[in-house]
């Protein structure tokens, strides 16, 4: 009954564990879908940023169900970046700061430094020293942990940041630094990047054949691994340079091919960009009736903006507010996983201590029998030395009866001896004690004397051993 019962136990401890291993295996498999997701997104983000958003969203919201605390941050991240591409800085970085705070949770530093380069670059066209800040503290978390393609993404967005402060000696420094790192981690997109942001230094310092020659290959590379959103900004940039060079038909093809990819990738900003470079384009050509039609457009635009920045601010307010809440429910959420695991390994220490007392008992019952088996033994032993005992007692009852016969034998034949020898020795004493005496008065002669005195002695000799002899003769009870 002992043995079924441990058994018992047995089975229902290890299907608890079981259980738990499944649930781990499960877990496992889920935070690669989540992995997946992010990585899905933030390939995407220069062909279809809404894309990248939601793949971000996919990935939040699986992570969250699962308290899983990287896969939050990055998940968080990835569509900070996808806000970034599309421009609504605000929603971005709420985002990044919400990737900032689940890394620092997660106590991982490689996520900190990519977040504080993308917080640096959203600052670039606001604040340049703000973005320097963010980027040198991006900076010193790469280099700290070695990661050359998180020094090549600062290096680049430092770049950026001279770029616009017209510091193009300090911008091209950083972005061969970058160049170099991607080249020998064989980056596929970023030394494209890094060729249209000298490119367009060039057509800055108005040196326009150099900028030319180095968009057009920009443009070919990105062309050919459809990067949508990089193709529109180089072209964008062809487009100017070939209004500056007055070759308007250049100018309207790049134009004409931008606005396509800026529609095809949902770039609002980019289009609207677009709409300026047609702009210029139609005012250098004279054309003033169709310059004035393409800055009507932008006046639009611009009012519409306006009023889409106050719906999207209450968007946002709306959205923290629901993000708040979920925040709140997943917390709760947390708490939950943590006491279902709380109970989960009270359960299995209960059982673990149950199993340890059923075997202590166990052990403790087959130690009593061995004690109970060893015991009997030992009687068994003890009984048989008592039987010696009582044997040997027995003869040495026998030996000591015999030998007080034997005594009692022996202290009657002393008593009779004594008697005997009182009476047998005292009338050869007389004899000899007389034959002194009349000695000393010259009555005998001495020769008659010494023999009868040795007639005397032989006489009581003779009765010594005589008597000696009855005394230790067994046969002999009597004088």
Known sequence: ?????????????????????????????????????????????????????????????????????????????????????????????????????????????????????????LYLELDYDQSLFYLQKALAIAQQLGDNKAMAGVYLNMGNVYQQKKNFNASLDYYNKSRDL?????????????????????????????????????????????????IAKIDLTLSSLYTEKKMYDEAQRFTDEGIGYAQQTKDADMEAQFTYNSYQLAFHRKNYQQ??????????????????????DLALMKRQHDQQEKQRENELIIERQKNDRVKFWWAVSASGLLLIVIALLFGNVRRKAKTNVRLTELNSEVSRQKDNLDRINHHLEEIIDERTRDLQIKNKKLSEYSSYLSHQIRGPIATLKGLMNLEKEGLVDQQECIN???????????????MTDILHDPKRTSF
Request: net charge positive.
């Open 1 to 121: 009954m002992k043995k079924a019962y441990l058994l018992l136990i047995i089975f229902l401890f290890l299907s608890l564990a079981g259980a738990h291993a499944d649930v781990a295996i499960d877990s496992k498999q889920d935070t690669a879908q989540v992995n997946l997701l992010n990585r899905q997104g933030f390939k995407i983000r220069f062909t279809d940023h809404e894309q990248t958003i939601a793949k971000g969203q996919q990935a939040l919201e699986l992570a969250q169900k699962l308290n899983y605390i990287y896969g939050i941050a990055e998940a968080y991240r990835v569509m900070g970046v996808g806000e970034a591409y599309a421009h609504n800085s605000t929603q971005a970085i709420a985002d990044y700061l919400n990737a900032l705070s689940y890394f620092k949770r997660a106590k991982d530093l490689s996520g900190q430094g990519k977040v504080y380069n993308n917080i640096g670059n």
């Open 182 to 230: 991607y080249l020998k981690i064989n980056d596929p997109s970023n030394p494209i990047i890094i060729l249209q942001n000298i490119a367009i230094i060039y057509y800055k310092l108005k040196q326009y054949d150099k900028a030319e020659q180095m968009l057009l290959v920009a443009n070919k590379q990105a062309k050919s691994k459809d990067y949508n959103t990089l």
């Open 291 to 312: 310059a004035m039609s393409y800055l009507h457009t932008i006046y639009v635009r611009d009012s519409t903006l306006q009023a889409d920045m106050l719906s999207s």
């Open 452 to 466: 009868m005195m040795n007639k005397c002695v032989s006489d009581i000799d003779e009765k010594i051993i005589d």
